[in-house]
């Protein structure tokens, strides 16, 4: 498995991943985005976000979103992991963990102080694995959202 960050001529493969993410997850009616919601997120001057996309012989495979957050106390980046998925059949443990540590190593030579991100109870990649590479859960904050 070969990994590429999200550019122009790749665009395209990182929507269409995300669409059958959202299917998958059965929550095709929550994604409203459209192809240039993307490019305009992940290709502006400033972007929104950032992406790497898995290819496997040339065919996207999978993916992982990410964008920065502020660590106030440290006054650091933090590495923040939005989305992270692998079509079936390439779902396995070894890939995940491949695009966990990829964001690891992506972190470092950001000179952030972290990574972080939220795992869904019922869809997450395997506690343990996540565990394995040496994430920890945080139990002190409880995570709230208004959508606008």
């Known amino acids: 498995m070969e990994l590429a960050n999200v550019n122009k001529g790749n665009i ?7 669409a059958k993410l959202a299917e998958s997850e059965k929550q095709r009616h929550l994604f ?6 993307y490019a305009d997120a992940f290709l502006a001057t400033t972007p929104a976000c950032f992406g790497s996309l898995a ?7 999978g993916f992982y979103i990410y964008n920065f957050k502020f660590a106030s106390y440290i006054a650091s980046r ?12 390439f ?23 972290r990574v972080e991100m939220r ?12 565990k394995s590479v040496g994430f920890s859960e ?11």
């Open 91 to 113: 779902d396995t443990d070894e890939n995940k963990k491949l695009l966990l540590q990829h964001a690891v190593r992506r972190s470092q030579s950001e000179k952030c102080c």
């Open 32 to 37: 409203t985005a459209d192809r240039e919601s």
């Open 12 to 18: 395209d493969d990182l929507y269409d991943l995300n």
């Open 119 to 130: 795992v869904l109870k019922a869809f997450n990649p395997g506690y343990g694995l996540i």
């Open 55 to 61: 290819y496997q012989d040339e065919q996207p495979v």
């Open 78 to 89: 933090v590495l923040y992991v939005e989305d992270m998925y692998l079509v079936d059949g």
């Open 138 to 148: 945080i139990t002190k904050w409880d995570v709230y959202r208004l959508d606008l």
